[in-house]
């Protein structure tokens, strides 16, 4: 029994009406192009090899069950003409949306560009400089407690600075009558926020950690560390896509501003208040604490 979702027809008759419309409806063909014929519409090589993409060698089975997915969108795009589905408001505002996205990314790649080859030097400048994350580099066995940021006092600290294990920790909260909730995680070192790594390196079994989060607070006692190090030349294809990649956005951003600011911008509406270097992308240090937070609890 044929099973067919609504949305995802929908992205395909978007994307096939969008791509339709893009093409010319007159233009010849000859018959070496044309792979198939659905009633008055032909199927071309060219529509497979886009569909094929970074396919390679792909083998007659796998050509022919693409063919047949062209084959059945067409059908489907066919039964929307017939049904003046792209006169539905709903339809062509995913229409206009599948453009802008194509239009926008489009112009990224053109205007973004590429990301510059690295020197070998700068692998070994970042390798040299995060020893906790590759020579020096730990996995680590955490229990985590959450509690109110409101029932996080001075007194309570003080408690918790002579503690060294998980049961002093409960004693010492339940004493203090404080609510929490306790987790046990085990972490390598590139999961953890790359901001706090060398204090998590440098922590001892009984060792705590704590961190905000919203209206709590995050306690973090490692309870082990082990040596896992990671040599240079198995850390450098990591550190150079690492290394692209954050010099991509900090490039895009820059980039991105200056568009923003040679062009007008008014707002009709403001939902919050932006800082004026925050309103393309945020800040990575952000981004590493706040997921490596989240994953801990």
Do not use: W
């Amino acid at each position: 029994m044929l099973k067919i979702a609504i949305k995802p027809i929908v992205l395909t008759l978007t994307a096939a009406m969008l791509l339709s419309a893009c093409g010319d409806k007159d233009e010849k063909k000859s018959p070496s192009q044309v792979l198939a014929k659905v009633n008055k519409t032909e199927i071309t090589v060219h529509q497979l090899n886009s569909l094929l993409g970074q396919v390679q060698d792909a083998s007659p089975a796998i050509k022919q069950q693409m063919l047949d997915q062209l084959i059945d969108q067409e059908l489907l795009v066919q039964k929307a003409a017939d049904l003046k589905l792209d006169r539905e408001p709903n339809i062509l505002q995913a229409i206009e949306a599948a453009k802008r996205q194509i239009l926008s990314q489009a112009a990224a790649e053109r205007v973004l560009g590429k990301a510059e080859e690295l020197k070998a030097e700068d692998i070994d400048k970042f390798y040299n400089q995060n020893p906790a994350l590759f020579a020096e580099r730990k996995n680590y066995d955490f229990s985590v407690f959450s509690v109110d940021k409101k029932s996080y006092s001075d007194e309570l600290i003080k408690k918790l600075d002579k503690i060294t294990n998980v049961q002093q920790v409960k004693v010492t909260l339940d004493g203090a009558k404080v609510q929490f909730s306790e987790n046990e995680v085990k972490r390598t070192a590139e999961q953890l926020p790359l901001a706090l790594l060398p204090k998590f390196s440098a922590m001892k079994p009984g060792d705590i950690m704590t961190m905000p989060e919203g209206d709590k607070v995050v306690l973090l006692l490692l309870k082990e560390s082990v040596s896992a190090p990671v040599a240079k030349e198995n850390a450098a294809p990591l550190i150079k896509r690492y290394l692209q990649n954050d010099k991509a956005q900090a490039d895009a951003k820059i980039k991105i501003k200056a568009l923003r600011d040679a062009a007008k911008i008014e707002y009709t509406q403001k939902f919050v208040e932006t800082k004026p270097e925050a309103a393309s992308s945020p800040s990575s240090t952000d981004d590493g604490l706040k997921a490596g937070l989240k994953g801990l609890k």
